[in-house]
């Protein structure tokens, strides 16, 4: 019944502070708006450039043409071969005449250009898949030390310079999200400290009258707690609605259909609760902080 | 044993300043306490050192079973809720009525609601303000606030009440209305009063013990004493 008391008292005390340090209290939440806009930002970007990487490093194949008329036990070795070699995920053949059709569909030109050659002058191939796209390239020098093996070919250059780009875009923007979660902490904190400092009075007589310090930091964490809530309800109401909205302008990609975006749901979900609880930790945490200070009268 | 027991107490500042030395001094239930002596004697080190606002570097200093030199800053409030405290600067919230002022000790040790009402009308009462209750600390008078600050300080019914110079800022006729009600409370209650003062009129008519310091040694302990005699010494 007591901790029930206490915990009524603290509510109320820190409801009526927030209020009556009402200009305080605008400029905590404005701050912790604004970065937690950013990390929001961040967190989205990150999570995207995160994903994208992901698709792009499953697209990513060794496409290896073997000499012409390999034996099958040999084609069937080859594979077996591969298959056992370190990075390498999954071994697929795909011989001659799939080559034809696809490259058929994909062109008028070439479609009249193969019915006009009566031999099928493309290779039988296999479609290598890797485990881990920063060792593509020993893999396909490896591969193309085997015997049988005319070529070995990845999309060199581009992709590769793509996904290092972001890689660093990733984490560049995990740096940037911890700095702003930092700065947010250390504004609420300020914050506070400026609300103990005008109730600094009732502190000390709180002390000198036999209150414990659990309860006289109580009402200020509820502070933290709250301004840390009210700063993180504007980020979330911009990050459900500016990313389904910013999904549904590009239409789910940017650029190419391979750079595709994350779905708005539940992703928005996600990002909304990792906001309202770096809002309330922080505001929490800031204020504890700035309380302790205080209580050594 | 007695409610207050000091023994062989030193407080050595940190800037090496002696504020009290091998000071030892034993105070009963019920007894009205003048601790005397000239500015920078240590009388007011000394009470700081009864509610831990300072701690002794050596000594004991033990009140109602607590040791004080020992306590924790985390536990100092179980040592606060057995005293009553009153200052010179009174220590009032200029926000809250006298009413709430009173009912903010009470509330903040987590008394319920429908307790402290009669509690604080009482120590208003026993104070003679139970007509302001509604009024802000600036609509009163010095010895009407430092009168609020008694009532605050005696509404936990503590047996000992420390004052520390309460007439300190108040003109003659006001000081010898809070010294009534101190004498009051230390009569009718049988609450122990400690009190620092340099006021040499009150010490010399209220005929009480008197402990007088200087340069943080004690230079007597009088049972019916009075400033003069103690100035001589």
Redesign the interface.
């Known amino acids: 019944m007591?901790m029930f008391?206490?915990l009524k008292?603290g509510l109320r005390d820190s409801f009526k502070s927030v209020f009556r340090n009402f200009s305080l209290s605008v400029a905590a939440v404005a701050c912790s708006i604004i970065t937690l806009i950013l990390v929001a930002v961040s967190i989205i970007v990150s999570y995207n450039v995160d994903s994208i990487t992901k698709t792009l490093e499953s697209e990513l194949t060794i496409v290896v043409y073997l000499k012409k008329d390999v034996p099958d036990e040999q084609i069937e070795n080859l594979k077996s071969s591969f298959v056992k070699m370190k990075n390498v995920e999954e071994v697929e053949f795909k011989d001659n005449e799939e080559w034809k059709l696809e490259m058929k569909e994909y062109s008028e030109t070439y479609s009249t250009t193969l019915d006009y050659l009566e031999e099928n002058p493309l290779l039988d191939s296999f479609i290598v898949k890797v485990k881990d796209v920063n060792y593509l390239k020993e893999t396909t020098d490896a591969i193309r030390e085997f015997e049988y093996v005319e070529s070995a070919n990845y999309g060199e250059g581009m992709a590769e310079n793509l996904i290092s780009a972001f890689s660093i875009i990733e984490k560049v923007t995990i740096f940037i999200v911890l700095a702003l979660v930092f700065v947010t902490a250390f504004l609420i904190s300020n914050t506070i400290k400026l609300t103990i400092f005008s109730r600094r009075?009732?502190i000390?007589?709180?002390?000198?009258?036999?209150?414990?310090?659990s309860?006289?930091k109580l009402p200020f964490v509820f502070e933290g707690f709250i301004l840390g809530f009210l700063g993180s309800i504007i980020p979330i109401l911009i990050t459900i609605y500016g990313y389904v909205l910013l999904y549904d302008h590009f239409n789910g990609y940017i650029l190419s259909p391979i750079i595709t975006l994350v779905k708005p749901f539940n992703f928005v979900i996600y990002v909304s609760v990792i906001l309202l609880v770096i809002g309330c930790v922080i505001g929490m945490f800031g204020s504890y902080r700035a309380v302790r200070k205080y209580?050594?009268? | 044993m007695k409610l207050i027991s000091i023994q062989n107490c030193y407080k050595i500042y940190k800037n090496g300043v002696t504020a009290i030395a091998d000071l030892s001094v034993e105070i009963d239930k019920g007894e009205f306490v003048f601790i005397i002596g000239s500015t920078g004697c240590g009388k007011s080190t000394l009470i700081k050192m009864l509610?831990r606002?300072e701690r002794p570097t050596k000594g004991n200093i033990n009140i109602g079973g607590i040791n004080v030199a020992k306590l924790r800053?985390?536990k100092?409030?179980?040592?606060?809720?057995?005293?009553g405290?009153v200052f010179q600067d009174f220590?009032l919230?200029p926000k809250l009525t006298v009413y709430e002022n009173v009912a903010?000790?009470l509330?903040?040790?987590?008394m319920?609601d429908k307790d402290i009402r009669p509690k604080v009308i009482e120590a208003l009462d026993k104070v003679g303000l139970k007509d302001r209750i509604r009024s802000y600390p600036r609509e009163l008078s010095g010895g009407e606030q430092q009168r609020v600050c008694i009532a605050?300080a005696i509404v936990?019914e503590p047996k000992i009440l420390i004052c520390d110079e309460p007439t300190g800022n108040l003109d003659p006729t006001t000081s010898k209305e809070i010294m009534d009600i101190l004498d009051k409370l230390n009569k009718e209650y049988e609450t122990t009063v400690v009190m620092v003062t340099h006021d040499k009129d009150i010490v010399n008519r209220m005929k009480k013990r008197v402990i007088s310091l200087d340069n943080g040694v004690l230079v007597s302990d009088a049972k019916k004493g009075s400033y003069k005699v103690h100035e001589n010494v």
């Open positions: 007591k008391r206490y008292r009075n009732e000390e007589i709180m002390r000198l009258v036999g209150t414990s310090n309860t006289i209580l050594k009268i | 509610y606002e800053n985390s100092v409030y179980k040592l606060r809720r057995k005293l405290i220590k919230l903010f000790a509330e903040s040790i987590g319920k605050r936990n």
